[in-house]
Antibody
């Protein structure tokens, strides 16, 4: 299971820190991702991190503003978001890579959390 | 606009077959990157149905199947049932300007 927290309402230019706590699998064995969903606009992969945190990827629109990290000892994934924009408004979910350890999900994402809502307005 | 193109909606009567296409380019599907398919019922978390173009996840009925050609992929749902009504997304990887993990725009499947 994955459970996210940390979302909320924030003004443009503000910051939020999202957390995702994992259970039921060996967290440190898998790559992890953050995926956001804007109703009516579909899914968008935001960022991914490999098993030990040494490889990280972001989409261009969040580079320099968002930072992904993980703490394997605490089975936790994080997304630090700064300089938030209206277009960042979405439901943010963490997702586990299916099978692999990499920063991008080579075999898809097989476990997803229910999400936490970020509203920038 | 998504790099992977899906039809916005498809529909069918119970028992019929529907096909959802996912059209890419030479920088994603055409470059050999695998396609994965998700089912998303609004209000719940997305569910991985197919990984690696055609590999059905455990628990996914065999009336659901995936395939891939040169620059496109398809998800077939045979013997359509009421529980199949959901949004479906394809996902791959792109090396072009929109590089990285990419999703299609999603297809709403309606069971008539």
């Amino acid at each position: 299971h994955l459970v996210e927290s940390g979302g909320g309402v924030v003004r443009p230019g503000g910051s939020l820190r999202l957390s995702c706590v994992a259970s039921g699998f060996t967290f440190g064995d898998y790559g992890m991702s953050w995926v956001r969903h804007v109703p009516g606009k579909g899914l968008q992969w935001v960022s991914g991190i490999n098993w030990n945190g040494n490889l990280i990827e972001y989409i261009d629109s969040v580079k320099g503003r968002f930072t992904i990290s993980r703490d394997n000892a605490k089975n936790s994934l994080f997304l630090e978001m700064h300089n938030l924009r209206a277009e960042d408004t979405a439901l943010y979910r963490c997702a586990k890579s299916n099978y692999d350890t990499e920063s991008t999900p080579t075999y898809g994402m097989d476990v997803w959390g229910p999400g936490t809502t970020v509203n920038v307005s | 606009q998504s790099v992977l193109t899906q039809p916005p909606s498809v529909s069918g009567a119970p028992g019929q077959r529907v096909t959802i296409s996912c059209t890419g380019t030479s920088s994603n599907i055409g470059a050999g990157y695998d396609v994965h398919w998700y089912q998303h019922v609004p209000g719940t978390a997305p569910k991985l149905l197919i990984h690696g173009n055609f590999n059905r996840r455990s628990g996914v009925p065999d009336r659901i199947s995936g395939s891939k050609s040169v620059t496109s992929a398809s998800l077939d749902i045979n013997n359509l049932q009421a529980e199949d009504e959901a949004d479906y997304y394809c996902q791959s990887y792109d090396t072009g300007l929109s590089g990285g993990v990419i999703f299609g725009g999603g297809t709403k499947v309606t069971v008539l």
